[in-house]
């Protein structure tokens, strides 16, 4: 049977050190004139880019038509590339992510995908910052849906168009770091493999019942054992 893995990014692959929560700022002051200190803090953890960009317009007073929406993440994402690229950027992999995806790769058991509320552009500009995008082969991303509990069968589906086969949920795990990432693999009856490297403890996630939770993802031959196995 083939395994699926699916991989959630932020706190999980790769903390952006602030740039990706900073540039969905920069985009509301540079697009409606409202500074970043006027606004109350975003709950970034686990939401999907289009959920935040929900709340964003509703404290900016803003409708949220297809047209605003295009025109702030063109906004954004162009803020995410500067500030990916800025010489003060302090983002960082996580703890044996490098490891891991590689090690998975040349296991060759699984075939690795994403998961991640981050728009897709969003998605590979964070990826690729750390040269990690050529691990995956599709994925199911914050432009598909609002809710991420809705993104699980469309990571499914294009998994399955790239690559040709078809994966039953008894062989997909969902890697993340929020309870809404063991919450989107409970929602189409996957495993999750929580890991506490992101807003969560390790400790506070196992409340939410993933699969195996661990703290990070640093053990490479505990951590392929499990997802291979
Ligand atoms: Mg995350």
């Not at 200190?37 to 935040?52: M, R």
Request: charged share 20%; hydrophobic share 40%.
């Amino acid at each position: 049977m083939p395994r699926l893995l699916l991989f959630d990014i932020d706190g999980t692959l790769l903390d952006t050190g602030g740039a990706g929560g900073a540039s969905l700022l920069d985009a509301v002051e540079e697009l409606y004139g409202v500074s970043r200190g006027s606004l109350p803090p975003l709950n970034l953890a686990g939401a999907t880019d289009g959920g935040i960009v929900r709340q964003l317009f509703e404290q900016v007073g803003r409708e949220m038509t297809p047209a605003a929406v295009d025109e702030y993440m063109r906004s954004y994402l162009a803020h995410l590339q500067r500030r990916l690229q800025d010489r003060e950027f302090i983002g960082q992999t996580l703890p044996g992510t490098r490891e891991l995806l590689q090690a998975l790769t040349a296991a060759g058991g699984a075939d690795l995908g994403l998961l991640t509320g981050n728009v897709r552009r969003g998605a590979e500009m964070k990826l690729a910052r750390f040269d990690l995008g050529g691990h995956f082969v599709e994925g199911a991303f914050g432009d598909d849906a609002e809710d991420r509990n809705h993104l699980g069968p469309v990571a499914m589906r294009r998994m399955s168009g790239a690559t040709g086969r078809s994966y039953p949920v008894s062989e997909v795990i969902v890697i993340g770091d929020t309870p809404k990432d063991i919450a989107c693999a409970h929602a189409i009856g996957a495993r999750c493999l929580a890991v506490g490297t992101g807003n969560f403890e390790a400790a506070a996630l196992s409340t939410h019942s993933p699969w195996v939770c661990l703290e990070n993802l640093a053990d490479t031959d505990r951590v392929c054992e499990i997802l291979l196995s």
